[in-house]
């Protein structure tokens, strides 16, 4: 921490005239929701079962059954979870800013259920479902009303319902991973937020940003590949250091008269000493 503020004085103030903000998420994001991460040591999903037996197409068509109770109960997780307060932190900081895109690895919805407007979902969602031959996406009704684990297709003879999320060995969404290379290259601030930045191609997105001259701010308890390339690591957890972050940015900027919310929603620019 330096300037009293967790985010260098520079930055914040580059944040204040940021246009466009790119926010990427990963597991560290949920995790204070009570929704494990991947590969934290102790608590990871990845140290206490294999990818290759239940994420990926192989794993699904050797054992579909076996696949689709692992989803059920991380169903169960995500639909017993609620966003905390780096979620809302987040939601906050789209009402101070021109435009806020978060792009997210995670497939819990929760940034979504926040209340976050622009959010692309790289890796799918767990809480959808869809043939795993047409790919066609499978109502909830279809799946509750039945008898089958997993669930029939309803399109395609033989077909199976599996979560609509994104295994190993498969391509990402199209438009998502559009959108995200897009907000990348277009953004003036880039955050990545609790992920170990080696699941591709989401980990090259803050370097996207970095070489189209955007800050890249890190926060993240631990150490990543991305470290040594970001501007600044905070190295907290997502909850706490969101809520100081949003909070100490808005103060700059009434303290500036940087922007201010008109009642329609819009951002004005204010007349200050600065603007003059
Ligand atoms: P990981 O589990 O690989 O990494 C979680 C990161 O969050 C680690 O760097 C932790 O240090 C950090 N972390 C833990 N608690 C945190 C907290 N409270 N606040 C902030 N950070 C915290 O998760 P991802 O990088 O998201 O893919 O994993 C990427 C992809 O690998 C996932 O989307 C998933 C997985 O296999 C698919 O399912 C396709």
């Known amino acids: 921490m330096t300037d009293g503020f967790l985010l260098?004085?520079?930055?914040?103030?580059?944040?204040?005239?940021?246009?466009?903000?790119l926010v990427l998420t990963g597991a560290g994001m949920s995790a204070e929701s009570g929704i494990p991460t991947f590969r934290d040591a102790q608590t990871g999903l990845?140290?206490?079962?294999?990818?290759?037996?239940?994420?990926?197409?192989?794993?699904?068509?050797?054992?579909?059954?076996?696949?689709?109770?692992?989803?059920?109960?991380?169903?169960?997780?995500?639909r017993g979870a609620e966003p905390h307060a780096g979620h809302r932190a987040l939601v906050e900081l789209e009402t101070l800013l021109p435009a806020v895109t978060i792009v997210t690895q995670n497939v819990?919805?929760?940034?979504?259920?926040?209340?976050?407007t622009t959010v692309w979902e790289l890796h799918g969602n767990i809480l959808r479902s869809r043939c795993h031959v047409s790919h066609r996406p499978i109502s909830?009704?279809?799946?509750?009303?039945?008898?089958?684990?997993?669930?029939?297709?309803?399109?395609?003879?033989?077909?199976?319902?599996?979560?609509?999320v994104v295994w190993f060995g498969e391509t990402l969404p199209e438009?998502?991973?559009?959108?995200?290379?897009?907000?990348?290259?277009g953004?003036?601030?880039?955050?990545?937020?609790?992920?170990?930045?080696?699941v591709q191609p989401a980990a090259s997105l803050p370097l996207l940003a970095l070489e189209h001259g955007a800050a890249v701010v890190e926060i993240n308890p631990d150490?990543?590949?991305?470290?040594?390339?970001?501007?600044?690591?905070?190295?907290?957890?997502?909850?706490?250091?969101?809520?100081?972050?949003?909070?100490?940015?808005?103060?700059?900027?009434?303290?500036?008269?940087?922007?201010?919310?008109?009642?329609?929603?819009?951002?004005?620019?204010?007349?200050?000493?600065?603007?003059?």
Not at 8 to 21: D, G, M
Not at 62 to 74: G, H, L, Q, T
Not at 108 to 116: K, M, V, Y
Not at 187 to 198: A, E, K, L, N, V
């Open 140 to 164: 909830a009704q279809w799946l509750q009303d039945s008898p089958h684990q997993p669930p029939r297709s309803p399109y395609v003879k033989n077909g199976l319902a599996r979560p609509d």
């Open 46 to 78: 990845w140290s206490r079962y294999r990818p290759e037996d239940l994420a990926t197409p192989e794993a699904f068509e050797r054992d579909p059954a076996r696949v689709w109770r692992w989803y059920e109960e991380r169903r169960r997780a995500v």
């Open 187 to 198: 953004c003036d601030f880039c955050f990545s937020i609790g992920t170990t930045s080696w």
């Open 175 to 185: 438009r998502p991973l559009e959108a995200a290379l897009a907000a990348a290259s």
């Open 8 to 21: 260098e004085a520079p930055l914040l103030s580059r944040l204040a005239r940021a246009r466009a903000v």
């Open 223 to 276: 150490e990543t590949p991305l470290s040594p390339h970001a501007q600044q690591c905070i190295r907290d957890r997502a909850a706490s250091a969101l809520v100081t972050l949003v909070s100490e940015l808005r103060a700059a900027m009434q303290e500036n008269g940087t922007a201010v919310m008109t009642a329609a929603g819009q951002h004005t620019r204010k007349e200050s000493e600065h603007d003059q």
């Open 108 to 116: 819990d919805g929760l940034h979504q259920r926040a209340g976050s």
